[in-house]
C-alpha cells in the first residue's frame, strides 16, 4: 500500500510485485496438497520480511506449539488474513510495530494467531471492507475471527485442536 501511494520507488514497487508473485505460488501449491500452520507461517514470515527491504515493523514471536494440520482453504484463509491485517494496519492506522504472535491454550483445545499493531485509530465496525472479507473468509474454513478493539488493536484467527479422547481404564 505504500508502494502504491507513492509511485516514486520503483525499486519497492517492483519488490511488492514479487512478493505478489510468491504469495500466488505458496497459494497455488497450498492447493496442491495439505500443509500445517507452522510451515505456512514460515513462509508468509519470509515474504514478509522482504518488503521494504526488511523495514515493515513486523515482529513474529511463534511460541513452542503442537502444530495443526491446515486444509487447503484454511491455508489460504489464513494468508489472506495476515495479509489484510498487516495492510488495514499499514494503510489506515500508520503503527510503529505489528506483531504475529501464534500460541496454543492447552485449556482451550486452540492454536491461536494474533495479528496485533500499536497504531492510531480504531477499527472502522461496519459490515464491509477488509474487515468482513477476514470474518468471512475464516467462517468458510471453519476457523473463527476476533477483534480486539482495545489498545494496541487485534485480529485473533482460533484453530481448534482435535480433542485427544480419554482411555478408559476398568
Do not use: C
Amino acid at each position: 500500500f505504500h508502494a502504491r501511494r507513492s509511485h516514486s520507488d520503483p525499486p519497492l514497487l517492483e519488490e511488492i510485485d514479487g512478493i505478489i508473485h510468491e504469495l500466488q505460488v505458496i497459494q497455488g501449491t497450498v492447493l496442491t496438497g495439505p500443509t500445517t500452520l507452522a510451515r505456512l507461517l514460515a513462509d508468509t514470515r519470509h515474504l514478509f520480511s522482504k518488503v521494504g527491504g526488511g523495514r515493515l515493523p513486523l515482529v513474529w514471536k511463534m511460541d513452542d506449539i503442537r502444530d495443526v494440520d491446515l486444509t487447503s482453504e484454511q491455508a489460504i484463509a489464513t494468508v489472506r488474513i495476515v495479509q489484510e491485517a498487516v495492510a488495514n494496519a499499514l494503510k489506515h492506522a500508520n503503527p510503529t510495530s505489528i506483531e504475529i504472535h501464534l500460541k496454543s491454550s492447552p485449556l482451550s483445545h486452540a492454536v491461536t494467531l494474533t495479528i496485533r499493531d500499536d497504531g492510531q485509530g480504531g477499527f472502522q465496525m461496519g459490515r464491509s471492507g477488509g474487515l468482513r472479507h477476514m470474518e468471512l473468509r475464516a467462517q468458510r474454513a471453519g476457523l473463527t475471527l476476533s477483534l480486539g478493539v482495545e489498545d494496541p488493536k487485534s485480529v485473533t484467527v482460533n484453530y481448534p485442536l482435535p480433542r485427544r479422547r480419554r482411555a478408559w481404564r476398568l
